[in-house]
C-alpha cells in the first residue's frame, strides 16, 4: 500500500513538471512572434467610384457557361480586414474589387448582383470565406459600396463565374 501511494505520488510530480513545462513552452511561442506584425487600421474615410481602383469592365468578360450561378447571400468587410494578408497572399484593400469564397480558385472573376436593386459588380476572388451562415461571398467596402450592400450589410445576390474574352 505504501509503494502504491508513493507511485501516485511520483506520477503526480511528473504530470505537474510536464503541465509547467508545456506553459512555458506556450510563453516562450507567444513571445516568439514576429514584430512585423501589422495591427489593421480602422477606416475613416469614404469610399466613391472615383477613388476606388480596379474597377472591371463588363465588356472584357461574358459568363462561363459550363459553371451554374449561385444564388445565395452576401455580406461585406471593411475595417477588420484592411491591411491584413488574404489567404492568397496579398494584403487585403478597400478599395479594391475583390471577394472573398470558400472554394473557387483564387484570381477567379465574379459577378456579383444583388438581386434586391439588380446592380452588379465584378469581382476578384482573393480570399477565403465567407464563414458567416448561410452566405456565399463576401465582397470588399468597395465593391459592396457599388452595388449598394452597405446599408442593409447582408443581401441576396447572384453571383455568376466569368470568362475574360479573347
Keep these: ?50 477613388n476606388s481602383q480596379d474597377e472591371y469592365n463588363e465588356r472584357d468578360y461574358r459568363v462561363d457557361r459550363h459553371t451554374k450561378a449561385q444564388i445565395g447571400h452576401a455580406s461585406y468587410y471593411a475595417s477588420c480586414m484592411s491591411g491584413r494578408k488574404t489567404a492568397s497572399g496579398e494584403v487585403c484593400s478597400l478599395h479594391h474589387y475583390t471577394a472573398a469564397h470558400r472554394t473557387l480558385p483564387f484570381g477567379t472573376m465574379l459577378r456579383v448582383t444583388m438581386l434586391q436593386n439588380k446592380k452588379s459588380v465584378i469581382v476578384r476572388v482573393n480570399d477565403r470565406g465567407p464563414y458567416g451562415r448561410g452566405r456565399i461571398v463576401d465582397l470588399s467596402l468597395a465593391a459592396a459600396k457599388k452595388i449598394g450592400l452597405v446599408r442593409p450589410g447582408i443581401a441576396k445576390v447572384k453571383i455568376e463565374k466569368l470568362e475574360i474574352l479573347q
Excluded at 506556450?26 to 489593421?40: A, Y
Design 1 to 50: 500500500m505504501f509503494f502504491d501511494q508513493l507511485k501516485n505520488e511520483k506520477n503526480i510530480h511528473k504530470a505537474t513538471y510536464f503541465i509547467a513545462l508545456l506553459c512555458l513552452s506556450f510563453v516562450f511561442i507567444g513571445c516568439s512572434q514576429s514584430s512585423k506584425l501589422q495591427h489593421p487600421k480602422l477606416f475613416q474615410g469614404k469610399i466613391s467610384a472615383s
